[in-house]
């Protein structure tokens, strides 16, 4: 797989039809992936392709990283569920489709508690969304790496992230608030969930406005409450459930929850999951006469 | 000085005194699934069992959101006082001596020229006590920037693990002497045979030379050099590594509160952010990630150590265990050592 | 406990209106003991609070030599100039300082002074302007180029009729190319080059320059055709700042922090910083 990947990506820098390949490569000490970016074909062997990869590269796409796009079009390494997000990033005019090609790789899930990684995939290792995944053979790609995977997600969503929300729903709304409180107030306004969003694409995000000051910027209960549920509410009917917001967090806020919660909201209001159509707007930015009002109280 | 002994048991006793006398007890514990340094109430909270908690133990000495100072507005003019602390007493058990090393550097910047007394009340009323590294992770780099994990910089009190989960326990300063003699009936006279556990073998990273990466940086000719953005090209501009880091120390200052009264706030602030030198006219000297992230590295290895006398980095390793990218402070530090 | 982060509370006795967006207010101490024994020096700059808003940092525009107030010049733009500019006379203002280092005019004495500026960057030249001229005897020939967008955004239009009275002051006024009105009597170009038309002197001279970065990279190479030296000319560099103190981390040029050992740089100085502002 990973000599296939290598040699497309030659293949693209050898005919100019890419200047750079982003995607996986290992760390000096080879024990963890990180981001590169090939722009010569003689580095091609630096790209790699493991359970490992679990960054979502489709983050160096947007327009938060103007050198990325000096570089010139790009190819991406993309697995289905960072496809997803590619997806919601065209529907929402940030890329257009022929400026990118997706080298989409089939997977077989992805692997969060490195600590136990002994080379092998299993259950236990892989976060939520692998457990639920309907895209592990790349939906939308212009080259697709690897064999067919034959996985069939479960029908309702198994997995931590679904139980608790599960758990929390059965809660009175005074328990839910605890719950959130309590992990809100860890916050430490780092914005690391924001900055490894790739939806998370504003030029100046509100956190950063201050005339009015919209968002109190102090780490305080008042101002944790008020970024955490802005972002919240601006990923409704957009987030793909890539995850880096909740792995990038240094005080593991479960954002996941907050993010899956709402994601299946906007299922049941409006019949609409994010990236599996790059043609299809988030439902809550277009305006539909067959709405329905319901939510409405 | 002498060293005594700490048994475990006699932690516990320590910690329950302590409280009942009103200080604050902050050691290893578990946080929403990981170690971090938090206050505990009891002995059982601790964890024992850990590398290095996920946060470095600043909070305590400068707090995230601090106030300096509240004001009314009225129709005759404002009304302002200035915030007074009385910090208590804080005892930071289970420090790594990284960390410890890291309070010289913050008392540093701290206290040229202008003095912050809201850092200084906090600093004098913590006592730093270390416990020597046994284990180390791959993101542990302190022998590389000259530190040891039995250093005692920095460090009231350094305590060494025995076999038997006990401690031997050395006082390093006066302070650390003083409050050991206050507890003198918890540290007990050393036994005649006690197995201090091994510390851990930190390998200093061969490829590093942390002068040469001084030298190299000193030089304003390599300010522009192309390596700059290459190395920080997957640098994605969050505050993880600045706000984990025991020695950055950049805040905001700012108000907050109603049309008629408020408070001015100090809050940690990062110079990864873009907006952290962003002029009003619209210039901005960082503009792009990688100069941000330049001025960060710079100030490590460069600004700190000439500036300050005092250590930039500490090799804790945090910055590269909470970035979302791996982006490792020590592979620059080797792409930077290797240059000619 | 000794609070390096609480300001002085100051009584706006005086606002005027310099252009649009742009005014000067006159600050008067509260405190009748910070009153009496309040000193600076030219070039200092602080911190200015509008309570609830914020703190700002500029220049302290007015002259040491003017005792029993400091005055200063800003131009709304952002949340806390926008609240200062809120302020009406008897309002109070927080203020902090002085803080950085100053123009060493002593130094100066018997020399020429060639003062640049640009638009907004006028107040801290101003301010050594008063200095100077307070002190006429002390210096040689006084010469002033100053240049604005256009004939509305000039500031201190009062003094500059008033200096242009004077026998024994050079004032050049200029405007950018399109901000001229029908009877505008002074320059028309950007201030390098009408700098390099009115081709002072470098012979024992001393320039002091502040104005918007693009403008202070030219007129150094402006200055430099002319002959001037990089020890001859002094700046004063701006940076975003929040404490003014050396502690949060901001105003830093790579190991300058020019809250501390600035904001008063001689063009040699800045030549050898890190190209970082």
Known sequence: MENTLRQKARELLEKGEVKVVIGYGWNKRKTHTTPVFITKPQDVEKLIFNPLCVNNLSLYLTRKFPDIKALGKPAIVAKGCDIKTIAVLISESQLKREDVVILGMSCNGVVYKQELWKGELKPEIMPTKCHNCDVRNPHIADIIIGEKVNFTPPDTPAGMVFDKIRELDKKSNSERWDFWIEHFNRCIKCYACRQVCPLCYCERCIAEKNMPQWIETSAHPRGNLAWNLKRAMDLTGRCTFCGECERACPVNIPLNLVNQKLALVVKDAFGHKAGYDEKVHPPMIVFNMEDTEDFIK | ?340 | MDNIYLPYLATIEDIYEEAPDVRTCRLVFKDPKVRDTFDFKTGQFALYSAFGLGESTFCIASSPTHKGYIQCTFRKSGRVTGGLSDLGIGDTMGFRGPYGNWFPIDKWKGKNILFIAGGIGFPPVRSVIWNCLDRRKDFGDITIVYGAKSVADLVYKNELAQWSRMSDVKLVQAVDPGGETPDWKGKIGFVPTVLEQAAPSPNNAIAVTCGPPIMIKFVLQALNKLGFSDEQVYTTLENKMKCGVGKCGRCNVGDIYICKEGPVYTAAEVKRMYNDF
């Not at chain 2, 210039?283 to 001025?295: E, S, V």
């Open chain 2, 1 to 340: 000085m002498t060293t005594k002994f700490l048994k475990k048991e006699n932690l516990g006793k320590l910690i329950d005194t302590l409280i009942g006398e009103g200080s604050i007890f902050v050691a290893p514990r578990m946080g929403a699934r990981q170690v971090v340094y938090a206050p505990v109430s009891k002995f059982e909270e601790i964890v024992f069992d850990y590398i290095i908690p996920i946060n470095s133990f600043k909070e305590f000495l400068f707090p995230q959101t601090e106030t300096v100072a509240a004001f009314s507005i009225h129709k005759e003019g404002v009304d302002l006082r200035g915030v007074e602390i009385e910090p208590k007493e804080t005892v930071i058990f289970g420090s790594r001596p990284c960390d410890a090393a890291s309070v010289a550097s913050l008392r540093a910047v701290f206290n040229w020229d202008f003095k912050d007394e809201f850092y200084n009340r906090r600093e004098d009323k913590a006592v730093v006590m270390t416990v020597a590294c046994t284990k180390a992770d791959d993101s542990c780099f302190c022998t590389t920037v000259n530190l040891t994990p039995d250093s005692q910089k920095g460090s009231d009190i350094l305590l060494q693990e025995t076999s038997g989960g006990d401690y031997a326990v050395e006082a390093i300063t006066e302070k650390g002497k003083g409050f050991m003699d206050r507890f003198n009936n918890f540290f007990e006279p050393l036994p005649t045979a006690y197995s201090p556990l091994p510390t851990v073998d930190i390998k200093p990273i061969a490829g590093v030379d942390v002068q040469k990466v001084k030298e190299w940086l000193k030089d304003t000719k390599h300010y522009e050099n192309p390596l700059w953005q290459e190395l920080a090209r997957k640098c994605i501009g969050c505050g993880a590594c600045t706000f984990a880091c025991p020695t950055c120390h950049c805040f905001d200052i700012v108000d907050e509160g109603s049309a008629f009264e408020g408070e001015r706030i100090k809050n940690w602030d990062a110079c990864q952010f873009e907006f952290f030198t962003l002029h009003t006219s619209g210039h901005n000297p960082r503009d792009t990630q990688y100069k941000r992230w330049r001025n960060r590295f710079m100030c490590k290895f460069n600004f700190y150590p000439n500036k300050f006398s005092s250590r930039g980095c500490v090799g804790c390793g945090r910055c590269i265990r909470v970035c979302p990218v791996r982006l490792d402070i020590t592979e620059v530090m080797e792409e930077i050592s290797s240059l000619r």
